[in-house]
């Protein structure tokens, strides 16, 4: 009994050593310095986002800047799911939207801008586009013509969105 006890003590105190070393900048603290953003979107991502709200936000929860990886498994039987999760990992798209019951992703929406032009930008857009359409998530393109239409907006979301589904 006096011996557990002696080893839990001994193993809080070297717990607390490696702890107190990394706090005073040890060898294995990584010192990086942060600050926070003004804001979460670019001013064209959020009135996309708002318009998104006033078209389908009664219908759908709407994420913003979503990684792939939070909405197609890379686990896959037969490939190696390490791999495959390290080609999704720095993939995201604009905006999500999700079914209020399941919270289940029904719609993945990209906002072109100048940048998706570029010829190494759509190489990723057609793998992006690819990646989803082999998931089974449907994909929503839009322009960015400095303004949206909600109604607009709501009538290419129906159209995007898998029959059936929704």
């Not at 006033?54 to 909405?71: C, D, K, S």
């Not at 998706?116 to 082999?134: G, K, M, T, Y």
Request: aromatic content about 8%.
């Amino acid at each position: 009994m006096k011996l557990l006890l002696l080893i839990i003590v001994l193993a809080g105190l070297a717990a607390l050593a490696v702890w107190k070393t990394r706090e005073e900048g040890g060898v294995e603290a990584a010192k990086y310095h942060y600050k926070r953003r003004g804001f979460l979107m670019s001013r064209a991502e959020h009135e996309c986002y708002d318009a998104l709200l006033a078209a389908v936000g009664g219908e759908y929860h709407i994420f913003a800047q979503v990684h792939l990886p939070n909405l197609v498994d890379s686990k896959v039987v037969g490939q190696n799911w390490r791999g495959a999760f390290k080609h999704i990992s720095q993939k995201s798209v604009d905006f999500v939207l999700c079914d209020k019951a399941y919270i289940a992703p029904r719609l993945a929406i990209e906002l072109d801008d100048r940048s998706h032009e570029l010829p190494e930008r759509q190489i990723r857009d057609a793998e992006v586009e690819r990646i989803l359409r082999e998931a089974g998530v449907p994909l929503l393109r839009l322009q960015n013509r400095g303004s949206f239409n909600p109604v607009e907006l709501a009538q290419q979301v129906r159209e995007a969105v898998a029959p059936g589904v929704g």
